[in-house]
């Protein structure tokens, strides 16, 4: 029996990528289907395209304004009907039209026509498109916050020296969370107004602080996302050093937390010699560093727990391990297998690993701990919104059934002791993904199945509730913490524990 | 001039331009956020060279 593989193009066709992902998914999961994808002909999805077999000579030679329906299938007739329902899919009338909403702008130049006082672009097309969308926007006065990602990090540097020069704050490229002046943009929380200000390179780490600072009682007055290689030599910190401008000169802000992968020691430098002029207290979070010498107003935290514990005068973390005494774990096993949706919760639980002196191991390490390969017998520790996870997928965030595949895995595996998770609400998110993990470990338990420790990043006034996430969780015997790094330092006390 | 620009930013209430994901928008909508929503598709018939060309003569 051969595979066959079908391909459509659809010339000058757009839909957006979340819309084309759900779609995707619909196909793949018709009999006789082995993969499925609809996507826009950009140079960067036709080798994903590619690299998943997908494409025929049709698909090959389209156009980024092209939409591409590649299907392998089992046999002819499998990828015909299923080439019939994709086209069905693209034709029936979207939701908008069905509602009859009214006529939008086709471009940024006509949107500010209609909204002249508009201040912020915020720009999530895809990554081949996302930098020329964004000087259209500078060049127009507007602040800029890049939602897309895959962006050429020289592109990024020169879009960001233009920005500087007009005065304006570009946010990104990748940057996931932004709340300014109270509002959320992205994926973010309705968190309490007050007086830290947050520069993140991290979205995740940004969405953990915002609401553990929220959960104590604290608020933020603007957390101002710079993108993930803001602080990369590349780019110099630009966007770092204008958000800390800002929150100096904001009489809202009284302190600054900084949230960020290690910067190498130039860009380091500048930071803190930047942080050192400000007149207000800082907490630095470069989260998987070592120690570093710190200006005099800047404190030095290891975790996102304690950025948030620190921006609010609490103090160093009290470890808050009561849940982990009644957590039974089967016997003879000794490895935690975790499972991030966030990247940033996937690095603090390595940070409080390795400081455990666990042998633990990653796809996306911090310094010091080495990268997970075939060979790695210790703990695992997953970010499942890595590349290699999500290239040309949703990521977990959105689309939590990402994780399914690597949790069904991990409940088999009896090595495996504890599995630890993170769900992560707010706005951006998928609307109930505590709903959908439970449903999976319902689904898929076994009488001996590994201990859940997991812990939710969000607030009460979120979309989906915090509480009502934990309660479904708690509904099926998942151990929830009250932060990621106390969802951490349960599982490994678990396993010590035991062992 | 910088720092007046970045503080209205920061003072004011927020106003978007919506380039993307419609979910986006929605999601400010509810909120009472001011967005406009752009009806995007690729410019330049699809290439990224041409397009951010394009950007760079303000069209």
Redesign the interface.
Known sequence: MSTVIVNDVRR?F?L???ALMRFSRTISGLDGVEEAALM????ANREIMSDAGLLDDAGRAA????LIIGIRAENKSSAERALAESKALLDQPTA?DAEGVAW?????R???K??P??????????G??A???A???I?R???AMI??DNVDVQEEASLKQEA?D????VMGPDCGTAI??G????FANRVSRGGVGIVGASGTGTQEVSCLISQYGGGIS?AIGVGGRDLAPEVGAISTL?AI??LD??P?TEHIVLVSKPPESDVAMSVLSRIGKSTKPVTICFIGAGEMQMPANAAQVFTLKDAARSALALGTDAVENAGAATIEVPKGRGRVSGLFSGGTLCAEAQVIFAAAGEDVTSNAPVPGVPKTDKGSEGHILLDLGADEYTRGKPHPMIDPSVRDEAMIEALKEKSVGVILADIVIG??AHDDPAGHFAKLLQENATDICPAIVASVTGTEEDPQVRSSQIAKLEAVGVHVAPTNADAARWALSTMRARG | ????????????????????????SR??EQ?G??V?????????????KL??L???L?T
């Open positions: 000058g757009y957006d990528s979340v826009m002909g950009t140079p156009e980024g304004g092209d908008r939008h702008p086709r471009t940024l006509a949107a500010l209609q909204e006082d508009a201040s912020l672009a915020l720009i999530s097309v895809p081949d498109f930098i020329a969308e000087r259209k926007a060049r006065g507007l602040h939602f897309s500087r007009l005065g304006l704050l300014v002046n509002t959320p943009l992205a603007h204008m401008d800002a000169d904001d809202a706005f951006g | 001039m910088s720092e007046t620009k970045i503080k209205s930013l920061l003072e004011k209430p927020v106003k978007v331009v919506n380039v993307g994901l419609e979910g986006f999601e400010l909120q956020v001011r406009v929503q752009v009806d995007w598709v690729p410019p330049a018939g699809g290439d990224p397009a951010d394009l950007s760079k303000g």
